[in-house]
């Protein structure tokens, strides 16, 4: 082994000197806000039994926690969450103790990545408020989101949001319209990510459609556009939900904190954990939420001990890397960046450039671009930069773009962490398993024997979740381009691509065995800019994209 690499500590951090410092200083003011407000530390065991973990049903358990057995050969689990030691402590230490507890931690998760940049080791700071009346959850709930908000105020100023949404809103809607099962998920996950024009296309009832428009500030104008999803329904316990959400944030208000607060009906979250209101911390200059939390009733019964619960944490990583470049500060202070759109190169830049002409903007500097890659349109109100596909989701998601241009074959690969706007309807061609002609329209003769397929592939998680859905067990192999030449030589049995004009498959002798979904032109764009730049990227897709 060379000498430098005991320098690499991918996916986790040394913090030395002053970053040490500045990240001490982070954990210490919340630490400092927390104990002022009556919460008291709890620390939990770096690793635990396997089981404690696994009692939250909405945590994805397989290869995103470390595991091992101890000298005793259990399984064993490195601390992958915060809450739900917490949890186990409520229910299980604490039955002498005088209700509610207020408690808060300050340590450190451990999560293998599924993918890109997130830290596998990260700090996180956070709050529980367990075990108050039932009959009171919505003073519990005040108080959790005043002292979140307290710590975001501590650190950033006035520079963030916090919204809030109810994870009940979601499946008091699916019982009432009698919606549930395989159905269920997939309008969630919809709404989840903002994908517009799938749920408009789909034949669902109204108020699934309406749910991931309604987001707004806490005026009272806003909040009053709440009471539409009320009257659609005509449901009672809708309405419970809209008013319990309503007199949050009126209560929120009247404490200061007006400013930074938003509701979005969209956030439905992960469904079996929040039982009440759910709420995330967007800080500008950071793509993803700093801070989450909500309601979570029924996790201590998974204990043996059923007591009502609300808290939130933060990441103290995403909030020393917005400290330490002052990201959020620049953000605020300097000149208003344009509204940033990546677009992807090629077949889709041509007939967006066409689109954008079409409505009234001028692209000549884009049709002449020699070596360039960014450029201001419309007298600098958007600029465009221009890149590969892969890439416009990685800039989207880290928030340095905030909109996207980009077909859903890459979203479907690669899009989890975008909402999707609009689907722009050009750029349209087919996401297909093809292959040799004897398996022509004929996916059960692929699929089917007992030797295992292998399938070439630039989506190999598309690939991998279309075989799933077959019960097929097959191969990936990775292939960049002319993916088609892997079968023609044997590499492979098949490949799953897209499929535009049928060209490139007919003229190398290769046929469509089924299609899998249809592709085209999306519009996705970074979930802290949907909040913090709502007017102008409304604004942009009403006058720029007419959508
Ligand atoms: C895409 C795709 C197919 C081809 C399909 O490749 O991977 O090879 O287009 O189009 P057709 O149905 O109209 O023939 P692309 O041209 O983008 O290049 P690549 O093979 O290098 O990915």
Same mark, same amino acid.
């Given at each position: 082994?060379?000498s430098?690499?005991?320098?690499?500590?991918?996916?986790?951090?040394?913090?030395?000197?002053?970053d040490?410092?500045?990240?001490?200083?982070?954990?210490?003011? @919340?630490?400092?806000?927390?104990?002022?407000?009556?919460?008291?530390?709890?620390?939990?065991?770096?690793?635990?039994?396997?089981?404690v973990?696994?009692?939250?049903?909405?945590?994805?358990?397989?290869?995103?926690?470390?595991?091992f057995?101890?000298?005793?050969n259990?399984?064993?689990?490195?601390?992958?969450?915060?809450?739900?030691p917490i949890?186990?402590?409520?229910?299980?230490?604490?039955?002498?103790?005088?209700?509610?507890?207020?408690?808060?931690?300050c340590?450190? =998760?451990?999560s293998?990545p599924?993918?890109?940049?997130?830290?596998?080791?990260? %700090?996180?700071?956070?709050?529980?408020?367990?075990g108050?009346?039932?009959?009171?959850?919505?003073?519990?709930?005040?108080?959790i989101?005043?002292?979140?908000?307290?710590?975001?105020?501590a650190?950033f100023?006035e520079?963030?949001?916090?919204?809030?949404?109810?994870?009940?809103?979601? %499946?008091?809607?699916?019982?009432?319209?009698?919606?549930d099962?395989?159905?269920?998920?997939?309008?969630?996950?919809?709404?989840?990510?903002?994908n517009?024009?799938?749920?408009?296309?789909?034949?669902?009832?109204?108020?699934?459609?309406?749910?991931?428009?309604?987001?707004?500030?806490?005026?009272?104008?806003?909040?009053?556009?709440l009471?539409?999803?009320?009257?659609?329904?005509?449901s009672?316990?809708i309405?419970?939900?809209?008013?319990?959400?309503?007199?949050?944030?009126i209560?929120?208000?009247?404490?200061?904190?007006?400013?930074?607060?938003?509701?979005?009906?969209?956030?439905?979250?992960?469904?079996?954990y929040?039982?009440?209101?759910?709420?995330?911390?967007?800080?500008?200059?950071?793509?993803?939420s700093?801070?989450?939390?909500?309601?979570?009733d029924?996790?201590?019964?998974?204990?043996?001990?059923?007591?009502?619960?609300?808290?939130?944490?933060?990441?103290?990583?995403?909030?020393?890397?917005?400290l330490?470049?002052?990201?959020?500060?620049?953000?605020?202070?300097?000149?208003? !960046?344009?509204v940033?759109?990546?677009?992807?190169?090629?077949r889709l830049?041509?007939?967006?450039?066409?689109? @954008?002409?079409k409505?009234?903007?001028?692209?000549?500097?884009?049709?002449?671009?020699?070596?360039?890659?960014?450029?201001?349109?419309?007298?600098? !109100?958007?600029?465009?930069? @221009?890149?590969?596909?892969?890439?416009?989701?990685?800039y989207?998601?880290?928030?340095?773009?905030?909109?996207?241009?980009?077909?859903s074959?890459?979203?479907?690969?690669?899009?989890?962490?975008?909402?999707?706007?609009?689907?722009?309807?050009f750029?349209?061609?087919?996401?297909?398993?093809?292959?040799?002609?004897?398996?022509?329209?004929?996916?059960?003769?692929?699929f089917?024997?007992?030797?295992?397929?292998?399938?070439?592939?630039?989506?190999?998680?598309?690939?991998?979740?279309?075989a799933?859905?077959?019960?097929?067990?097959?191969?990936? =192999?990775?292939?960049?381009?002319?993916?088609?030449?892997?079968?023609?030589?044997?590499?492979a049995?098949g490949?799953?691509?897209?499929?535009e004009?049928?060209?490139?498959?007919?003229?190398?002798?290769?046929?469509?065995?089924?299609?899998?979904?249809?592709?085209s032109?999306?519009?996705?764009?970074?979930?802290?800019a949907?909040?913090?730049?709502?007017?102008?990227?409304?604004?942009?897709?009403?006058?720029?994209?007419?959508?």
């Open positions: 082994m060379k430098t690499d005991y320098g690499r500590t991918d996916g986790r951090r040394d913090y030395i000197f002053g040490a410092e500045l990240r001490r200083g982070i954990c210490e003011k @919340l630490i400092s806000l927390m104990r002022d407000s009556g919460y008291k530390e709890t620390v939990t065991p770096t690793a635990e039994s396997y089981e973990f696994s009692a939250d049903p909405t945590r994805p358990m397989g290869n995103s926690v470390y595991k057995t101890d000298e005793q259990r399984l064993m689990a490195l601390r992958c969450d915060c809450t739900v949890a186990r402590i409520a229910a299980t230490k604490l039955t002498d103790t005088p209700l509610p507890y207020r408690m808060f931690y340590q450190n =998760v451990f293998a599924s993918s890109g940049n997130r830290l596998t080791e990260e %700090t996180q700071c956070g709050a529980e408020l367990i108050t009346d039932p009959q009171s959850s919505i003073e519990a709930d005040t108080e989101l005043e002292l979140a908000a307290k710590c975001m105020k650190l100023g520079n963030f949001s916090i919204e809030i949404g109810h994870g009940r809103l979601f %499946t008091t809607l699916a019982e009432l319209y009698g919606i099962g395989e159905t269920a998920e997939a309008v969630r996950k919809l709404i989840e990510t903002k517009f024009a799938s749920i408009e296309s789909m034949d669902i009832p109204k108020p699934f459609k309406m749910l991931p428009k309604m987001f707004g500030n806490a005026s009272s104008e806003d909040l009053a556009s009471d539409k999803l009320t009257e659609e329904t005509g009672e316990k309405k419970e939900i809209i008013d319990y959400i309503k007199t949050i944030i209560k929120l208000k009247e404490k200061g904190y007006g400013n930074c607060l938003s509701f979005d009906l969209g956030l439905v979250g992960r469904l079996d929040y039982t009440g209101i759910i709420f995330g911390g967007f800080v500008k200059g950071l793509g993803h700093v801070l989450l939390g909500g309601r979570y029924s996790l201590t019964a998974k204990f043996g001990r059923k007591l009502a619960a609300t808290g939130f944490g933060v990441t103290v990583d995403d909030i020393f890397d917005l330490k470049d002052k990201k959020e500060e620049n953000a605020e202070k300097g000149p208003a !960046r344009p940033r759109i990546a677009l992807t190169k090629g830049e041509t007939k967006t450039v066409e689109m @954008l002409e409505n009234g903007i001028d692209c000549s500097s884009l049709k002449n671009k020699g070596r360039k890659l960014v450029f201001p349109l419309d007298n600098g !109100r958007f600029e465009v930069m @221009l890149v590969k596909s892969r890439d416009v989701i990685t989207v998601e880290h928030g340095v773009c905030d909109l996207g241009i980009v077909g074959d890459t979203i479907a690969e690669y899009g989890t962490a975008v909402y999707e706007l609009a689907n722009l309807g750029g349209k061609c087919r996401m297909a398993l093809a292959g040799t002609a004897k398996y022509k329209n004929d996916p059960d003769s692929f089917g024997g007992y030797s295992k397929k292998v399938i070439a592939t630039k989506f190999v998680n598309v690939a991998k979740r279309y799933a859905s077959k019960k097929a067990d097959v191969e990936t =192999v990775s292939i960049e381009g002319s993916v088609e030449l892997a079968p023609i030589l044997g590499l049995d490949i799953v691509d897209i499929v004009t049928g060209d490139t498959l007919r003229e190398n002798g290769l046929e469509i065995i089924e299609e899998i979904f249809p592709v032109a999306r519009i996705v764009a970074n979930i802290a949907t909040k913090l730049r709502k007017k102008e990227i409304d604004e942009i897709l009403s006058d720029v994209f007419k959508v």
